[in-house]
């Protein structure tokens, strides 16, 4: 689990340097799919973790207005803000944790149950699926997309002793 949470933040790093050659009005473009802009989805992106992370905790959520984020540097900070937690959170998991049940109810009134592990797997693929968005993106900008490739980021266990 570890292993793919600190994927995503090496990617999501990548991207923030990536963004960092466009214009204010680039990443605020309103583009099709994701959450309608470059620098919109990588603030979703940080939310949505923060948010998953903060409930299984039995922690209050709340809901961060994009309108108080709308330059690169605010969403990074953002990033590093909730980012402490968010790791805290990630390197503690232990398999005990798996299987805890987590019950929300929808709007609708209906009641759902997925495990904590679930969740986990739901907030890294979350990223991931963004993470491809922006990848159409570049290339609609004419430019190259920060590589998804997990292999050579040193990630696994036994090259960081």
Same mark, same amino acid.
């Given at each position: 689990m570890q292993i793919f949470f600190r994927y995503n933040w090496m990617v999501r790093e $990548?991207?923030?340097r990536w963004?960092?050659?466009?214009s204010e009005e680039e990443l605020l473009q309103d583009r099709t799919g994701g959450m309608g802009s470059i620098l919109h989805t990588?603030?979703?992106i940080v $939310?949505?973790?923060?948010?998953?992370?903060?409930?299984?905790?039995?922690k209050t959520d709340f809901q961060e207005s994009f309108d108080s984020y709308k330059n690169l540097n605010k969403v990074r900070k953002l990033d590093a803000e909730?980012?402490?937690e968010?790791?805290?959170f990630v390197n503690n998991w232990d398999a005990s944790m798996e299987n805890q049940l987590f019950y $929300?109810?929808?709007p609708d009134g209906r009641i759902v149950t997925d495990t904590w592990g679930e969740i986990m797997r739901?907030?890294?693929a979350h990223e991931i699926h963004h993470i491809g968005q922006l990848s159409i993106w570049a290339r609609e900008l004419g430019k190259k997309p920060v590589s998804a490739n997990l292999i050579g980021r040193g990630l696994s266990s036994h090259l960081n002793k």
């Open positions: $990548d991207w923030y963004c960092e050659e466009l990588l603030f979703h $939310d949505v973790e923060w948010s998953w992370i903060r409930v299984l905790q039995g909730f980012h402490l968010v790791e805290n $929300d109810t929808l739901h907030a890294i």
